[in-house]
């Protein structure tokens, strides 16, 4: 055994025993011990308040550089919860009839839209239109085309567009990344994503075509494409993809149950990837260089997220992913802080596509070339 994999295995059993703080923590104490005093808190109102709308909310809660301050919903007794929940005022709360109103809000800087698929592109516009900074989740868009409409739309009103990809953001995947950087690994050869889960209730948005653009690919494998980008450190020249359905009942035509993809890259690097609505388990990131991997699993869940090296493992402590997310976004939107990962519109666009090409290619049995 090296003397590093001993070090680090040594630092696993006992974390807070030894001053060992890795530079991402590190970076990240300072941060948010410091930017706090450095600015006012980017001011979010939440559009959608669903389950990962809740979500992002708790986790604002820990926030030192962005706060909740409005809500954007259709349905009044929600508003009134969250109201009550996260000291909402009512001068901060609207309904998708009369949003546009925000635009003479001097109190809220951004809205972060948390709607099913479909929503993200008109109602990001609405909100660009209205001048406030747009955060979109994921997929940004139902396709490339419109994820280009929101970038063109936010230029237009020099307002910033910013995806919720929260992993571009968490630690473990960060220090993976700089390793890579600095050769660790040597040539990268290999990255393997696999992601998915078993879909429940049939009648959800999730599997309406109409609403979330498509399946599996759009909601889960998405991760293991950008994954691939970022890990790799490359952009893909060309697509494969290969769709398979076990339940065409469940999974209408135009959503997506299972598909494998390949990617190849300009280094002569290839990834191959999984997305799936029907099998659980299936959270893992492998990166293959040669002198080195890094392995996550899970990787892409709300955590803790578990990293591995032929180092050793990496033992950050967790952080709430979307607290991250909302504190680093505070940065860039109110500071102009550059990510490490960009997360903004124009890697949205990005990704799009690229699922665009994963789809055309599993539907023609064909390699779909790309020019990102
Ligand atoms: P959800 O169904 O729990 O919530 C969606 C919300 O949108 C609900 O409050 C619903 O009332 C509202 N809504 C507004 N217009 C609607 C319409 N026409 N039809 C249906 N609902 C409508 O969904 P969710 O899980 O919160 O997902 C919302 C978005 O967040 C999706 O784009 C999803 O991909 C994304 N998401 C991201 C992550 C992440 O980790 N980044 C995790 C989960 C979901």
């Given at each position: 055994m090296n003397s590093r994999r001993r070090f680090l295995q040594k630092i696993t059993a006992s974390a807070f025993a030894i001053p060992f703080v890795p530079a991402y923590a590190k970076n990240i104490a300072r941060q948010t011990n410091t930017l706090a005093q450095e600015g006012p808190p980017l001011r979010v109102a939440i559009m959608g308040l669903g389950s990962y709308g809740t979500r992002v909310a708790e986790a604002m809660r820990t926030c030192t550089r962005a706060k909740l301050v409005g809500v954007i919903s259709g349905t009044p007794a929600k508003i009134k919860d969250w109201q009550g929940k996260y000291?909402?005022?009512?001068?901060?709360c609207y309904n998708y009839e009369n949003f546009d109103k925000i635009k003479d809000n001097p109190d809220i800087d951004a809205v972060y839209i948390i709607t099913p698929n479909a929503l993200h592109r008109p109602m990001a516009i609405r909100v660009a239109k209205a001048g406030k900074h747009v955060i979109s989740e994921?997929?940004?868009?139902?396709n490339a085309a419109e994820g280009q409409e929101m970038v063109d739309a936010c230029k237009k009103a020099k307002v910033k567009l910013l995806i919720g990809y929260r992993m571009h953001l968490e630690p473990k995947t960060l220090e993976i990344i700089h390793m890579r950087k600095a050769g660790d690994f040597g040539k990268v050869m290999f990255f393997q994503g696999l992601c998915g889960f078993r879909i429940g209730?049939?009648?959800?948005?999730?599997?309406n075509p109409k609403l979330a653009g498509g399946g599996a690919m759009m909601d889960i494998g998405i991760y293991a494409v950008n994954g691939a980008r970022y890990m790799i450190g490359e952009e893909p020249t060309y697509v494969t993809a290969q769709e398979t359905k076990t339940d065409p009942e469940k999974f209408k035509e135009g959503v997506d149950e299972t598909i494998l993809f390949q990617f190849g890259f300009p280094s002569g690097a290839v990834a191959s990837c999984l997305s799936t609505y029907s099998m659980n388990n299936l959270d893992r990131f492998f990166l293959n260089g040669e002198k080195g991997y890094a392995e996550m699993q899970p990787s892409t869940g709300y955590g803790p997220i578990k990293a591995r090296t032929n180092r050793g493992e990496i033992d950050y402590p967790h952080v709430t992913h979307q607290t991250v997310q909302m504190d680093e976004m505070a940065d860039i939107i109110l500071r102009g802080k550059q990510p490490e990962v960009p997360i903004d519109g124009e890697e949205g666009v990005k990704d799009m596509k690229i699922i665009d090409a994963i789809y055309l290619a599993a539907k023609t049995g064909k390699r779909v070339d790309l020019k990102l």
């Open positions: 000291s909402i005022p009512e001068k901060n994921k997929p940004m868009a139902l209730d049939p009648t959800q948005w999730r599997l």
